[in-house]
């Protein structure tokens, strides 16, 4: 019992991250109906990016962690948000109303292009981390078994909730949200009220980015190691996630994050580690044959 | 009298397909002038090449004594015409409020407000179901709305294509009187596409055909009705 609370709770950690990931996959399937293949590496980016500025923060002699993570954060989001609007201005928009293959194809090169760029620029080699936010709370224990919840775990679930929350705040209540929605649904039409549809693009795949980059921050601070390989296994990961909740739905992302982590945890802790990505993806294969639309997505039904 | 949009030897291809053949065409304001044509002749093609989507390939749009053919669409879409496209275009997880507001979008709140209330005394079925998702509303309600929306940016020109299409007659009577109130009460401009060549007619001041991507005949509504080669082509069994 106490083994499996402890699961529960790596298994939700771990699922947080893949649902900031998977925000991005839906958002910009959901306005473009493409699957942007480069976002994992945005992800990994993102964390290369954090690992800098904790570095350089650190030979700054800034020893406050709190300030130094909120610094790291903001750093990583921008830069990656950056990074976000140059792969949508370089790759995608020029082939807009292409065939609809040709953006997929440029998305897969754009990942090759990010990976070998950091490669090359930061080193093949795996780079490790000292833990920066180290202890935790001991929750109960049995059968000679402590269930621990670490800060470090504490933190991710929170940051991830508050970011979700300001998230679905901006899409449901604001203008830009409201913009966002109108050319997820007719982009053409959303042009005929004078929305600006290419910004609109634009400022998705920027927000998607600066999540992606928040959650690379997470997996370095919680697994401590990060090479330039990471956004390829974590950005399927997420893609399933998007893809069980139903691709196109902000909820679904979530909630196909917070299965896919679960599932992914509870496989490695009672059946074997080595076939955890198995798991992973048999999933994602049992979902595209028996629920194409996933949980929570919507099979295209509307009135003409 | 200035013409508030005039056309003139505008062409537009879709892929290979040209869908229009050199148009001249020309609405003076606070008239209301209809296109009429059968289906494939490249009168919604026309309507949205006004804004620009497809882009016209020769020719010049002017509007209110501006250039605008190579103007991006979302920045003609500011400059006072709306559109009210074929197939109405509703927005259809949104609500009917939502879908409203997306008609404003860029505008102050408290105008929009304001014009929302107009809208709602224009057509009082949409005040009745502002929280309904635009997915859900029957045809007419759809039209309503699609009309609403394109008002909503308090437009000097508004672009109506086939507001009639699948809708029940007496529906089809509500917004052609809505328009013609409109056009009356605000000196609002509009260029009316449709199939319903009697109807459309007998609503507007001017009307043109087009067959084929090119106009073939121009003049007054009244005078195209009583024209035995319209009535054969157009009106007879057609309505």
């Not at chain 1, 679904?252 to 992973?280: C, H, M, N, P, R």
């Not at chain 2, 672009?159 to 029940?168: C, F, H, T, V, Y």
């Not at chain 2, 009244?222 to 069994?237: H, K, Q, S, V, W």
Request: charged share 15%; with cysteine.
């Amino acid at each position: 019992m106490a083994y499996a609370l402890q699961q529960l709770i790596n298994g939700v950690t771990l699922g947080m991250i893949y649902g900031l990931i998977a925000v991005g996959y839906t958002m910009v399937y959901g306005i473009i109906g493409m699957i942007n293949f480069a976002h994992g590496d945005i992800f990994m980016v993102g964390a290369f990016l954090s690992l800098i500025a904790i570095v350089g923060l650190g030979m700054l002699g800034i020893t406050s962690v709190p300030l130094a993570l909120i610094v790291t954060l903001l750093f990583a989001a921008g830069i990656a948000a950056l990074y976000g609007w140059a792969v949508e201005r370089i790759a995608y928009r020029p082939l807009r109303g292409s065939f609809r293959l040709a953006p997929l194809i440029s998305a897969i090169g754009m990942s090759i292009v990010l990976q070998n760029f950091v490669q090359v620029s930061q080193g093949a080699r795996v780079k490790p981390m000292p833990q920066m936010i180290p202890g935790g709370v001991t929750l109960l224990s049995s059968d000679g078994f402590a269930v621990q919840l670490s800060w470090m775990q504490i933190a991710i679930v929170i940051t991830t909730l508050i970011l979700l929350a300001a998230f679905t705040w901006l899409v449901t209540r604001t203008p830009l949200g409201r913009s966002m929605r109108a050319c997820e649904q007719d982009l053409k039409m959303a042009g005929l009220l004078g929305i600006d549809t290419d910004r609109t693009i634009s400022l998705t795949f920027v927000i998607g980015a600066a999540l992606a980059a928040v959650a690379g921050l997470m997996f370095l601070l919680y697994y401590g190691v990060i090479d330039f390989f990471i956004g390829f296994i974590a950005g399927v990961k997420a893609f399933t996630a998007a893809v069980l909740g139903g691709i196109g739905s902000l909820p679904g992302a979530v909630l196909g994050g917070l299965a896919i982590g679960l599932i992914e945890t509870f496989w490695s802790a009672y059946f074997s580690v080595q076939y955890k990505d198995v798991a992973a993806f048999s999933i994602l294969v049992l979902v595209l044959i028996f629920m194409p639309t996933g949980l929570l997505g919507r099979a295209d039904i509307e009135k003409v | 009298m200035t013409a508030l949009l005039s056309l003139s030897g505008v062409t537009a291809f879709y892929g290979a397909i040209q869908a229009l053949k050199g148009v001249e065409l020309n609405v003076n304001p606070g008239e209301i002038v209809t296109l009429i044509g059968a289906n494939g002749a490249g009168k919604s093609t026309l309507m949205m090449t006004i804004c620009g989507n497809p882009r016209a390939r020769d020719g010049r749009i002017v509007y209110d004594g501006a250039d605008i053919t190579r103007v991006p669409t979302h920045e003609i879409m500011r400059q006072g015409i709306a559109q009210s496209p074929e197939g109405r275009r509703i927005f259809p997880r949104m609500s009917v409020y939502e879908n409203l507001l997306m008609g404003a979008h860029g505008r102050d709140g408290g105008e929009a407000a304001e014009t929302m209330e107009q809208v709602f005394a224009l057509f009082p079925r949409l005040k009745e179901r502002t929280a309904q998702r635009g997915g859900t509303l029957s045809g007419g309600e759809q039209q309503m709305l699609a009309i609403g929306r394109a008002l909503m940016s308090r437009p000097r020109l508004l672009l109506l294509d086939e507001p009639s299409l699948g809708l029940a007659p007496l529906v089809v009577r509500q917004i052609f009187g809505a328009i013609r109130d409109l056009n009356r009460s605000t000196g609002l401009t509009v260029l009316l596409v449709e199939q319903n060549a009697f109807q459309a007619l007998r609503l507007a001041h001017r009307g043109y055909v087009l067959v084929n991507g090119a106009i073939t005949m121009a003049g007054a509504a009244a005078d195209l009705l009583a024209r035995p080669e319209i009535r054969a082509a157009y009106l007879e069994g057609g309505h």
